[in-house]
């Protein structure tokens, strides 16, 4: 039987932008038809399939049992729009205003258990529930969808471990919690019996059939778990078959039965570099040590890089009390659009991101597979073209595990800090917002986005070749934006994955400092930008990564690379692809050890277009096989424009490659040598050009005047924390 409030027959309204709603003024109680019901589960309500029919019971929850429910609003946009087709902000957020604050959270409304709160008694699994009031959920529940209407309210018993499971949407219009008065108390939202083919993506608004949580209008959803460190550093080396780890810190709020995953450490010749992790259960905790449910399988070598930086595994906590979740074969998701800053704090959430079958296969190690796509703007965590609504939104300590896509996406949407966060077997760039559609139109920005302490771990696609340009952080188009103190590990992909990238068509300009790259199948970090705004990265670390620490294109750019270390990186330390622009392209204060992985600490690559130098300063070059700087620009582009002044290096300073053509300019003054020479190619020095041969470079050099005065190389000294940054608790 279908319920409704009409009692003429009435079909619900659609909404009109710039209309008022009809809340204020609900028709009284009644039958109403089919159809009805069909246009109100469009709005958002979900249909839940029994016996073959679709069921809807749509219910009351008033404790006078008798005042009437307004009709959902039904969505505006199309399902298949894409979120380019939707400029601006999202309905509610006007740009330049800040967010409207949460509105106060109410733990004293009527218990979800009481019979005599629900018209035809508590619902139950075919029920799509609509909350007008304040409901507290004091037990176990099963729906097949639920609504919470603008002043309504559905807080989960802080006392209570209690579980909400909807085979439908959860639309919040008004406020959803769950925030647990202690660690022992578990809060979930599970989605159950999701079909990912249903999925159609895109629009600003509901989607029928799109599954997950949705947090819209003037909604407001508080996730406030128990506060714990999110990862810590392991004190020492660790061997296949340990069974305790020695922490660098002690790990705040780690518990018995929490699941971690200890990092890959292991150097790039060895096999599975990028994927050994270990995951245990914690079966004790004192002090700074932590024993396991079983023993490691994988070394987990700490590593000295130089520099100061010496460091072990991360060991990350991927448990929380606060769970937002659906099931290994189907993923919800969680989409925000609403003018109300949130808080997610210490939160799981795990099998989010649907994504949909192709029409191809692959040949997996299982056999045929088919190769899947993610579902357009259905990620784990979205804000979705909020603009300044989110402005003032935290997302700290929440953890993102087994995502079928994106991770943290904060598309359109400004202000948002994400500290102490982890993205763990995530497919899809984890950390992301919509890229450029195309090469001549450039990303939409997202303003003010703060990734502090955070981690990608394990991001992947599979067929990993089509994995092109992965990576853990896009670091997108937009002002004011700071990442700082994060780890991107396990990254995997195909040519130019990275740990972080400065995406083509994405320009921001970012305060990049003390993150790490390791283990990574690729690169450290992959720049493809070309622009004459001047980005600055400082306290950079990459090690046993499988391509380069950092390579930098792709024409022409103006970038400054600063007191940074690379060590052990199995294609060398550096790739410069780009020529300068500007103030040109400045390595200095580099730290570049090649452990002996590779031929060459800096190499250069085909350069598409003529430009100013790029410029190797104060830098110390060690661990190489043949030669420190290697200059390998292609007969098809641009030759070398490049410096190198006042560099240490240990061995063969450089290399000329027989392929490649005479170089513009490039210039050398070795540190403490007093004089500076151009690089030539072989036999074009002469003695008559006042210039000798030098086989070892392969090159020819004659005298050169450097305007610059000699200076001294620099080691870095880069302090890395030991473990995540403190997160706490919303203070109410």
């Not at 199309?78 to 959270?105: F, L, M």
């Not at 939202?189 to 799109?210: A, H, N, P, S, Y």
């Not at 195309?438 to 771990?457: F, L, N």
């Not at 005065?709 to 919303?730: E, Y």
């Amino acid at each position: 039987m279908v319920r409704d409030h009409d009692p003429y027959g009435r079909q619900p309204p659609l909404e009109r932008p710039g209309e008022p709603q009809p809340d204020d003024n609900p028709p009284p109680p009644g039958p109403v038809g089919r159809r009805s019901a069909l246009r109100w589960a469009a709005a958002g309500a979900v249909l839940a399939a029994v016996g073959g029919e679709e069921v809807l019971r749509r219910t009351l929850h008033d404790r006078s049992a008798t005042a009437a429910a307004t009709p959902l609003r039904p969505s505006t946009a199309h399902p298949h729009d894409h979120p380019h087709d939707h400029p601006g902000t999202a309905p509610g957020a006007a740009s330049g205003t800040s967010a409207a604050p949460p509105p106060p959270v109410d733990e004293q409304g009527r218990r979800w258990s009481d019979q005599a709160g629900w018209e035809g008694g508590v619902p139950g699994p075919r029920d799509t529930v609509r909350i007008r009031d304040r409901v507290v959920l004091d037990t176990d529940a099963a729906v097949a969808g639920l609504v919470i209407d603008a002043g309504g309210s559905l807080v989960y018993s802080p006392t209570r471990t209690v579980t909400l499971s909807s085979t439908g949407s959860v639309v919040v219009r008004g406020t959803l919690a769950l925030a647990p008065a202690d660690a022992g108390t578990a809060h979930t939202l599970r989605f159950t019996g999701i079909d990912e083919k249903r999925f159609q993506g895109g629009g600003m608004g509901v989607v029928e059939g799109d599954t997950g949580l949705w947090v819209t209008g003037d909604g407001y959803l508080r996730l406030d778990g128990a506060a714990k460190t999110a990862w810590v550093r392991a004190a020492a080396s660790l061997r296949p078959g340990d069974r305790t780890v020695t922490l660098t810190a002690a790990p705040d709020g780690w518990q018995t039965g929490d699941r971690i995953a200890v990092t890959p450490t292991a150097p790039p010749d060895s096999g599975g570099f990028s994927t050994q992790y270990d995951l245990h259960t914690v079966r004790s905790v004192s002090g700074r040590t932590i024993t396991l449910d079983g023993p490691l399988r994988y070394p987990h070598p700490r590593v000295a890089a130089g520099g100061g930086v010496t460091v072990g595994a991360e060991v990350l906590n991927l448990s929380r009390n606060v769970r937002v979740e659906g099931t290994p074969g189907g993923r919800a998701h969680i989409h925000l659009t609403s003018s109300r800053r949130q808080d997610v704090r210490h939160a799981a959430l795990r099998w989010l991101g649907p994504r949909s079958a192709t029409d191809e296969t692959w040949t997996s190690p299982q056999g045929p597979t088919p190769v899947t796509a993610p579902v357009l703007g259905r990620y784990a965590l979205h804000f979705h073209m909020v603009g300044d609504a989110s402005r003032g939104t935290t997302v700290e300590g929440v953890v993102i595990r087994d995502a079928g896509n994106h991770a943290f996406v904060p598309h359109g949407s400004h202000g948002i800090t994400f500290r102490s966060c982890i993205s763990h077997d995530t497919w899809e760039d984890a950390y992301w917002w919509d890229g450029a559609p195309d090469t001549r139109t450039p990303q939409g920005p997202s303003d003010e986005i703060v990734y502090d302490s955070c981690v990608a771990s394990r991001t992947r696609l599979e067929p990993n070749f089509r994995a092109y340009r992965l990576t853990g952080f896009s670091l997108g188009a937009g002002r004011g934006s700071t990442a700082r103190d994060c780890v991107a590990v396990g990254v995997q992909g195909a040519e130019g994955a990275s740990g972080y990238e400065w995406p083509e068509g994405g320009e921001g300009v970012w305060t990049f400092e003390r993150c790490l790259a390791h283990n990574n199948l690729e690169d450290g970090i992959f720049v493809w930008l070309n622009t004459s705004r001047h980005h600055v990265i400082s306290d950079f670390v990459a090690y046993h990564n499988g391509g380069w620490g950092i390579e930098h294109g792709a024409y022409l750019n103006d970038f400054t690379y600063r007191s940074s270390v690379l060590h052990g990186n199995a294609s060398g330390g550096i790739a410069v692809h780009s020529l300068g622009a500007g103030q040109g392209t400045l390595f200095d204060g580099m730290l570049v050890d090649a452990a002996g992985m590779s031929d060459f600490a800096v190499s250069t690559a085909r350069h598409e277009l003529d430009g100013d130098p790029v410029t190797l300063s104060r830098c110390r070059f060690t661990g190489y096989r043949k030669a420190g700087v290697a200059f390998r620009a292609t007969h098809q582009g641009a030759p070398d424009n490049v410096e190198v002044l006042d560099c240490a290096f240990d061995g063969n300073q450089l290399w000329l490659d027989p392929e490649a053509p005479e170089p513009r300019t490039v210039v050398f003054r070795e540190a403490g040598s007093g004089g500076a020479v151009t690089v030539l190619a072989r036999g074009s020095g002469g003695k008559d050009g006042g210039g000798r041969e030098v086989p070892a470079w392969n090159a020819a050099t004659r005298p050169a005047t450097v305007r610059t005065a000699a200076r001294t190389p620099l080691t870095p000294a880069i302090r890395l924390g030991g473990s995540a940054a403190p997160t706490a608790r919303l203070k109410t």
